[in-house]
């Protein structure tokens, strides 16, 4: 099976690079949108080539990636890394919002214990009021 490195779907260039543990994965992830491909939306069996814009959603982080090469196999990290590189407005957008997140979590303490029976019953009381 000799594919031509030319033509490499996006689910599976996702998957090569190492940006979802599985294609299906990737799929999952281009289908809801979490994929803009030179800004715009594409589709699952889009070819990626060298030079495109890739924007890809990973939990809380945005992630903006050139891509540099093609590879249809996944391989070790250190050489899914060399086949896009991360845009610098990328890398310090995602260090904002970490830090953002980092302050904004030393004010959330967890709670002591579990919430008693009276305490329940308004969580599901304040709950109700919401819908």
Known sequence: MNQAVEDIRLDKWLWAARFFKTRSLAKAAI?????RYDGQRP???RNVEVGALLEVAQGWDLREVRVLELSAQRGPASRAQQLYEETQRSIQRREQETEKRR????ALQAPEHRPDKKSR?????????EN
């Not at 302050?103 to 030393?106: E, I, K, Q």
């Not at 019953?121 to 009021?129: A, L, Y």
């Open 31 to 35: 289908e809801n949108g979490k994929v």
């Open 121 to 129: 019953r308004q969580i599901h009381r304040f709950k109700r009021q």
């Open 103 to 106: 302050l904004a979590g030393t």
């Open 43 to 45: 589709k699952v069996s």
